[in-house]
C-alpha cells in the first residue's frame, strides 16, 4: 500500500474519489459531523505561549482523516471566533491559514457551533445538531473541561501531542462502531 510521509508523520493512502464533484456528492453523502477543538488537537500544548498556532503536520493528518472517514468538519473552539463563513474573506489569518490546509484534500469548514457564553461546549454541539436535525456526529477534543456531560460520540486525545495516526486510529474505531449502533 503506498504510504504519504506528511511532515514525518507517516500516514496510510487513503483513495479520493475522482473530480471535485464527486468529492461533495460523497462528503455530504452521510452528513456526518466532526466537531473538534483546535487547541490540543491540531496544535500541541507545547505551541500554546502564541495564540492561534497551526500545527500544518497534525492540521493534513487530521484532513485526511476527514476525508476518509467522509466528515464534516465544525469548529467548536475558541478558534470559530475568526470563521465568517467558508472561504469568506473576513475570516481571520489564522482560519485562512487551516482553509488553505483542507483545502489541498478538498475540504471546506462547514460552519462553527454557537456561542453560548457561560455554558459548556457540549451544550454548544447540541444546540448545533438540533438545528441542524443531525444524530450522526464525532467530537474529537483535547478538553474534558470544556464537557459537562459526555456521551459516546466524544473521544478526548492528549493535547500533548494533539491528533496523531494513534488519535487517528482510535477516533476511526469509533467511528465504525456508531457506524454499527446506527446500522441497528
Do not use: Q
Not at 468529492?23 to 466532526?34: D, I, P, S
Not at 467548536?76 to 490546509?101: C, D, M, Q, T, V
Amino acid at each position: 500500500m503506498p504510504i504519504y510521509i506528511v511532515r514525518g508523520i507517516s500516514l496510510a493512502k487513503f483513495e479520493m474519489p475522482p473530480g471535485e464533484g464527486a468529492l461533495k456528492e460523497v462528503f455530504f453523502m452521510k452528513r456526518r459531523y466532526c466537531f473538534f477543538n483546535v487547541d490540543g488537537l491540531l496544535n500541541k500544548s507545547s505551541e500554546w505561549n502564541e495564540p492561534f498556532v497551526l500545527n500544518k503536520a497534525l492540521a493534513e493528518l487530521f484532513a485526511i482523516f476527514l476525508l476518509k472517514y467522509n466528515l464534516i468538519p465544525v469548529i467548536a473552539s475558541s478558534w470559530r471566533f475568526g470563521f465568517e463563513g467558508a472561504g469568506n474573506e473576513k475570516n481571520a489569518p489564522y482560519i485562512k491559514e487551516l482553509e488553505e490546509i483542507f483545502r489541498r484534500y478538498g475540504l471546506v469548514i462547514y460552519d462553527k457551533t454557537p456561542f453560548l457564553k457561560g455554558r459548556p461546549r457540549n451544550k454548544e454541539i447540541e444546540r448545533f445538531l438540533y438545528f441542524n436535525r443531525a444524530n450522526n456526529y464525532i467530537v474529537i477534543d483535547g478538553d474534558r473541561e470544556e464537557y459537562e456531560k459526555i456521551n459516546d460520540h466524544v473521544i478526548f486525545i492528549d493535547p500533548k501531542t494533539g491528533f496523531t495516526p494513534k488519535a487517528a486510529k482510535i477516533a476511526g474505531k469509533l467511528i465504525t462502531k456508531l457506524d454499527r449502533k446506527m446500522a441497528g
